[in-house]
């Protein structure tokens, strides 16, 4: 009686709900094919080793894709479990959500989102539940700030100098993301205002309701303080944006056209997407868009909510720089289309009751590394595939050094560079050398030489997928990777190499 009332559950569901029915067996697929096993938890993991230094989405997914491969790993967490396991997820507001399609968020092939545009929560607990799901609960430490990473007199990894209690290791996986700390700029004559100032991770339980809200700064992170402004009934909201930023729709189909741009910049026909956009996305609202700065040239927000907002006459997007604090708001020197920051324009005082920053979050560093990989021209981002530094390539750093682009999020890429490092670490005879790595590096930038942005900059998911290609087919030594890079089959291959070399190890096994 119980299966017949699951089965008789499902197919109402699938009748009623007919899209997220056929989404949700589009993720099982992708799971069944591409997720690697989780190993038995009495299976004892084989040598390489890896250190994955950050617990947020890429380093949770950069370590499953290690252990389903039968790689062992250990994370390193500089916060608590509570505000570390997640990374910057874990510490935004309970309202904020993911402003694009979960199918291009899917950071893992065993997630299973069951909505198109997950909540704070959702996110975090699929993070958890692959945290869970591949036995990383006993492979994480927190509270344990990273401060170096250098190799011992055999060659390999120790971290922060405690080889005593954490051991050694093969490969190095750098996830601390691009999101650290708050990032809170002085205003000046901040002191004159009267109300309150908050970030704009650090609105929960906050109350705006009938007041003016002034919200400082034009990206991802002004878009939802709006957001939270309006649902929580602000009486007036003004967006003050010193830079123009591109706003492109909340339509996973859009949002993959323009992502398959495979030259990764401005070029001749940029003027499409950038015409389409502001005739029939932009429509009554083109003065607000950006005037001298490609569509690829830094990475646009998603959001299509905000326009609703601006035309019901519950938001204003002003652009312009902001001069000095008052007591009843901030004197501000507004800008027309096309100014440069700091030019002229016409001055006069925005009033507000509250002050929120949306000025984003500090960049994490990356200077517990050896002071070697950041040579002058090959430092990130310009690093070989953007994440192996070319002075060693048991080195990745994984969402840690991009600046701009526009794609899917963790969609593929994460575990497409990790099986990248674990290819190199057990097959010797596919790792690049230095030389090598640097010529692709400048040959990188003979390629996109007429780029607005240098070479390493900004990319598209074509562009990345393009030199994936590139790379796995100019060494006859990766051709038979291939499956295994881009879709992580045949995981017996790199076992398969890894017991061949123990014949040649010292006790026939690696330790």
Same mark, same amino acid.
Request: hydrophobic residues 40%; charged residues 20%.
């Given at each position: 009686?119980?299966?017949?009332?699951?089965a008789?559950?499902?197919l109402t569901?699938?009748?009623t709900?007919p899209?997220?029915f056929?989404y949700?067996?589009?993720?099982?697929?992708l799971?069944?094919?591409?997720?690697?096993?989780?190993?038995?938890?009495?299976?004892?993991?084989?040598r390489?080793?890896i250190a994955?230094i950050?617990?947020?989405?890429?380093?949770?997914?950069?370590a499953?894709?290690?252990v389903?491969?039968?790689?062992d790993?250990?994370?390193?967490?500089?916060?608590?479990k509570?505000?570390?396991?997640?990374?910057?997820?874990?510490r935004v507001?309970?309202?904020s959500?993911l402003?694009?399609?979960?199918?291009?968020?899917?950071?893992?092939?065993?997630?299973?989102?069951?909505?198109a545009y997950?909540?704070?929560?959702?996110?975090?607990e699929?993070?958890? /539940?692959?945290?869970?799901?591949?036995? #990383?609960?006993k492979?994480?430490?927190? =509270?344990?700030?990273?401060? +170096?990473?250098? %190799?011992?007199?055999?060659?390999?990894?120790i971290?922060?100098d405690?080889?005593?209690e954490?051991g050694?290791?093969?490969?190095?996986?750098?996830?601390?993301?691009?999101?650290?700390?708050?990032?809170?700029?002085?205003?000046?004559?901040h002191?004159?205002?009267?109300?309150?100032t908050f970030?704009?991770?650090?609105l929960?339980?906050?109350?705006?309701?009938?007041?003016?809200?002034?919200?400082?700064?034009?990206?991802?992170?002004?878009?939802?303080a709006?957001e939270?402004?309006?649902?929580?009934?602000?009486?007036?909201?003004d967006?003050l944006?010193?830079?123009?930023?591109?706003?492109?729709?909340?339509?996973?189909?859009?949002d993959?056209?323009?992502?398959?741009?495979?030259?990764?910049g401005?070029?001749?026909? /940029?003027w499409?997407?950038?015409?389409? #956009?502001r005739?029939?996305?932009?429509r =009554?609202?083109?003065?607000i +868009?950006?005037? %001298?700065?490609?569509?690829?040239t830094?990475t646009?927000?998603v959001?299509s909510?905000?326009?609703?907002?601006?035309?019901?006459?519950?938001?204003?997007?002003?652009?312009?720089?902001?001069l000095?604090?008052?007591?009843?708001g901030?004197?501000?020197?507004?800008?027309?289309?096309?100014?440069?920051?700091?030019?002229?324009?016409?001055?006069?005082?925005?009033?507000?009751?509250?002050?929120?920053?949306a000025?984003g979050?500090?960049r994490?560093?990356?200077?517990?590394?050896p002071?070697?990989?950041?040579?002058?021209?090959?430092?990130?981002?310009?690093?070989y595939?953007?994440?192996?530094?070319?002075?060693d390539?048991?080195?990745?750093?994984?969402?840690s050094?991009?600046?701009?682009?526009?794609?899917?999020?963790g969609n593929y890429h994460?575990?497409?560079?990790?099986?990248?490092l674990?290819?190199?670490?057990?097959?010797?005879?596919?790792?690049?050398?230095e030389g090598?790595?640097?010529?692709?590096?400048?040959?990188?930038?003979?390629?996109?030489?007429?780029a607005?942005t240098?070479?390493f900059?900004?990319?598209?998911?074509?562009?990345?997928?393009?030199?994936?290609?590139?790379?796995?087919?100019?060494?006859?030594?990766r051709?038979?990777?291939?499956?295994?890079?881009?879709?992580g089959?045949?995981?017996?291959?790199?076992?398969?190499?890894?017991?061949?070399e123990?014949?040649f190890?010292?006790?026939g096994?690696a330790?």
């Open positions: 009686m119980e299966t017949i009332n699951h008789k559950s499902i569901f699938a009748i709900n899209l997220s056929v949700l067996i589009i993720q099982q697929i799971n069944w094919i591409f997720a690697p096993a989780p190993p038995p938890p009495s299976e004892k993991l084989r390489p080793r994955v950050g617990a947020g989405l890429t380093g949770v997914s950069s499953a894709h290690c389903g491969h039968g790689f790993v250990k994370i390193f967490e500089a916060r608590s509570e505000k570390g396991l997640g990374g910057i997820w874990s507001n309970s309202t959500a402003q694009i399609h979960s199918i291009m968020f899917r950071f893992h092939p065993s997630v299973k989102w069951d909505t997950p909540t704070q929560e959702n996110i975090k699929q993070i958890a /539940s692959v945290w869970k799901l591949y036995g #990383l609960d492979k994480t430490v927190f =509270d344990t700030p990273i401060t +170096s990473v250098k %190799k011992n007199s055999s060659g390999r990894w971290i922060n405690n080889e005593a954490y050694t290791f093969d490969g190095i996986i750098a996830a601390v993301g691009s999101c650290g700390d708050p990032q809170m700029p002085h205003l000046p004559d002191e004159k205002f009267s109300g309150p970030h704009s991770s650090e929960d339980g906050k109350d705006v309701k009938g007041k003016k809200v002034l919200i400082i700064g034009g990206g991802a992170s002004a878009v939802e709006l939270f402004a309006v649902s929580n009934d602000a009486a007036e909201i967006v944006s010193r830079s123009d930023k591109w706003i492109i729709p909340r339509n996973v189909f859009v993959v056209l323009l992502s398959l741009n495979i030259f990764g401005e070029t001749s026909f /940029s499409i997407p950038e015409w389409f #956009l005739k029939f996305f932009y =009554d609202l083109q003065d +868009s950006p005037s %001298k700065k490609g569509l690829y830094d646009p927000m959001n909510e905000l326009f609703n907002q601006i035309r019901a006459g519950k938001a204003r997007w002003l652009r312009g720089d902001i000095a604090c008052k007591e009843e901030i004197l501000f020197n507004h800008r027309a289309q096309g100014v440069p920051k700091g030019g002229p324009g016409h001055e006069s005082v925005v009033n507000g009751d509250v002050i929120i920053m000025t979050y500090k994490p560093s990356l200077s517990f590394l002071d070697n990989v950041f040579e002058e021209k090959y430092e990130p981002p310009n690093w595939l953007q994440v192996f530094p070319p002075q390539p048991t080195i990745c750093a994984t969402n050094t991009y600046l701009n682009a526009i794609g899917t999020v994460i575990g497409i560079y990790t099986r990248f674990l290819m190199f670490l057990v097959d010797p005879l596919t790792r690049p050398r090598l790595m640097k010529l692709w590096i400048d040959f990188t930038r003979v390629v996109k030489r007429f607005p240098g070479a900059d900004f990319f598209t998911y074509a562009e990345l997928i393009y030199w994936y290609c590139f790379v796995s087919i100019i060494n006859p030594f051709w038979k990777w291939v499956p295994f890079i881009f879709f089959l045949f995981p017996g291959l790199p076992l398969a190499i890894v017991e061949e123990d014949r190890r010292p006790n096994k330790k």
